[in-house]
């Protein structure tokens, strides 16, 4: 059930949300309502479930005793007193509302932080004490850990008990903790009207709450593909197709399965420089404008839809190219913050204009000098915009980046532009190996992209599913003995989510074979070397699946995914970069450790990494993708293995920034 919070200074507009309740309880706050007693008492009886409350902080207590008194007489259902109230005063509320059979909540809040679990218990214990039919325990997160701890708080009482809380935590990162009350046992929550103002931070509306809780996308009939090729890389499709736009002639891009979203913004970025560009199925032709015809359509708008990387290689490019330009984006990537990017293009001397942090971005002006050094601890997709800009510039220049976040995505990078025939061959000697070692890279002016062939590999992120899927299955009741078979996958790939498989190496024996492994060439400056180990993956049975224990900072979106594998594996799992999910499509670190809350997981946070104590019983849920794509497919993997009930998905459209095919190739219809 949800509760209405009603905070109008008027009988009518109090009257009005009631109307429009729906058979909701509505919770009528007094001390910000101010009604006379005749107005109250006409409003409360207008409605069959009115929780009335005051928050008694500089009211005079003798004024909100009558209120009290006037909402009991007149119908109220429930009466809300704090327990900090004075205890005399609480007293006669409480048996003056069980003397008219109205339901009490002692409510306890705490608007600095969350106390430990402890202290929680002992606040709801008090609660009931005091006289309490439920009890309301409410605090303010600060960080996603504070509803971690009000999970807690549920799971540590027995279960009639919590069907006697109501306990969430404010802010925005309690936001989630409302939903998760309800989950967890609660008998109601706390919204705010449809189109109304909310009565405390991170209040949801009505209409939001019920989407996500009644109006889910059912997740049955999910099953893992007993085959299947994941589409090709769209990182590097993305990396490629700007790359093919800088030079100068024709190239030809092959690709596996349909174009996602962010690859087909990066085909539209091209066409509007003036790149003439042909799709067919499973190849496109580009013929490019070259480094001088991209210089020429500064100033320009960028338009990158949804794409981050599109965005940041942009801004790297123009800022090295000069000459000025505006990135503009829509959907979840419209509200996500460039200010980390934006601090590094000052620190160049680049001019910027920006939405409070966010797209629309206009930068003018070029850099200058020779030598220049980036943090980039926060991301390597600016970082990546400048490499690629590099030659673009009008003199050599060497860039240095320093604490390089997710480096695997910057050797990506560099692979593309040598394809496309930038020598950086004097700065490569200096790249460091070690995670947070700077990196150099010096590339003289005048050199030029030149136009290519190049196949893109299969994406392992998609795998990472798929092989998240075929493990968990592996190690269940029903095991498959000839195995799941993923195909086309190069094995010494720059793709930093690679490290799934990695995980699934370390941790279980016999568990993955490799099979049908081919390699491809490539040719350059008359050098021939191997470009791809191309394999299948076959996943066998296996008596027990492992533990996750590994750093995925240069991996980031591998994390949803290992912690799913990490759910129904025997033990505790370990994986650190949480730090790294703020940013993404959605804030996911926040995301992640809620819909993990969702499905029972019990997890916990220690530093920068996500604790996950696997094998114990999972539960089906109303689950949140946060319109991220990464969350909705995570998601969809650990809701095929739900022993009892369905879970749902808010949405699923959002699947297609990345792989549009996912929800048929795992059969749902």
Request: proline residues 4%; charged residues 20%; glycine residues 10%.
């Amino acid at each position: 059930m949800y509760c209405i919070s009603i905070a109008e200074p008027s009988a009518e507009r109090c009257m009005a949300i009631m109307a429009s309740a729906q058979g909701q309880m509505v919770e009528l706050r007094g001390d910000l309502c101010g009604l006379c007693p005749e107005e109250l008492a006409r409003v409360v009886a207008s409605h069959p479930a009115v929780l009335y409350t005051c928050h008694l902080e500089a009211l005079d207590l003798a004024w909100a005793e009558e209120q009290y008194r006037v909402a009991i007489a007149a119908g109220a259902r429930w009466v809300d007193v704090e327990i900090s109230a004075p205890t005399e005063l609480r007293h006669r509320i409480v048996a003056m509302a069980h003397s008219a059979g109205a339901k009490v909540v002692v409510s306890y809040h705490n608007y600095t932080h969350t106390p430990e679990v402890a202290e929680l218990v002992a606040v709801a214990e008090e609660c009931w004490a005091a006289g309490a039919d439920i009890a309301k325990v409410v605090t303010t997160a600060t960080d996603v850990k504070d509803i971690i701890s009000i999970s807690k708080l549920y799971r540590t009482l027995p279960a009639d008990k919590r069907a006697q809380l109501v306990a969430f935590a404010m802010g925005s990162e309690g936001a989630s903790s409302r939903r998760l009350s309800l989950i967890e046992g609660a008998p109601f929550t706390f919204v705010a009207p449809n189109g109304g103002t909310p009565t405390a931070p991170g209040q949801p509306t009505l209409a939001e709450l019920r989407a996500t809780m009644e109006h889910g996308h059912r997740l049955e009939g999910l099953a893992t593909p007993l085959r299947a090729t994941p589409p090709s890389s769209k990182s590097y499709f993305q990396r490629a197709v700007v790359a093919a736009t800088l030079a100068e002639g024709v190239s030809h891009l092959t690709y596996g399965g349909e174009l996602c979203d962010d690859s087909r913004a990066a085909i539209e970025w091209a066409r509007t420089l003036g790149a003439e560009v042909e799709v067919a199925e499973e190849s496109i032709t580009i013929s490019g404008i070259g480094s001088e015809g991209f210089v020429q359509q500064l100033p320009h708008t960028f338009d990158v839809s949804e794409s981050g990387l599109l965005a940041r290689l942009t801004l790297g490019i123009v800022a090295m190219a000069g000459g000025g330009a505006t990135v503009v984006g829509r959907g979840t990537l419209a509200s996500r913050s460039f200010e980390r990017d934006i601090e590094v293009l000052r620190s160049l001397g680049i001019e910027v204009e920006s939405n409070e942090g966010r797209l629309p971005i206009t930068i003018g002006g070029q850099i200058e000098g020779q030598s220049i050094e980036i943090d980039s601890s926060h991301s390597s997709q600016l970082a990546s915009g400048l490499l690629m800009g590099l030659p673009l510039a009008n003199r050599r220049v060497a860039l240095t980046i320093n604490n390089p976040a997710s480096r695997p995505y910057l050797d990506m990078t560099l692979d593309v532009m040598l394809l496309f025939g930038i020598d950086y061959g004097a700065g490569y000697g200096s790249l460091g190996d070690s995670v947070g070692e700077p990196l150099t890279v010096s590339i003289g002016g005048g050199e030029a992209y030149r136009a290519g062939d190049l196949g893109i590999e299969a994406d392992w992120s998609s795998a990472g599913y798929l092989l998240a899927a075929a493990a968990i299955a592996q190690s269940g009741p029903a095991v498959r003995p000839e195995g799941y078979t993923i195909g086309g996958l190069n094995f010494y790939s720059h793709q930093a989510d690679r490290l799934i498989m990695s995980q699934l190496l370390i941790g279980n024996d016999n568990l993955i074979e490799f099979a049908n492994s081919r390699t491809t060439e490539r040719t350059f400056d008359g050098y021939t070397e191997p470009v791809q180990d191309v394999c299948d993956i076959v996943v066998h049975p296996t008596q027990r699946l492992g533990t996750i224990y590994c750093s995925a900072r240069n991996a980031p979106d591998a994390i949803p995914t290992l912690a799913v594998i990490a759910l129904f594996a025997e033990g505790q799992s370990y994986i650190k970069g949480l730090d790294r999910l703020t940013n993404k499509e959605s804030n996911r670190r926040s995301a992640l450790v809620a819909e993990l809350l969702a499905l029972g997981a019990d997890i916990d946070i220690e530093g920068d990494a996500l604790v996950v104590n696997g094998g114990r019983p999972l539960r089906s849920a109303p689950l949140c993708t946060y319109g991220d794509h990464r969350m909705a497919m995570a998601l969809a993997v650990a809701a095929m293995f739900i022993g009892e009930g369905s879970c749902t998905l808010d949405q699923t459209e959002c699947v297609a920034k990345s792989w549009p095919a996912f929800w048929q190739l795992f059969g749902l219809e």
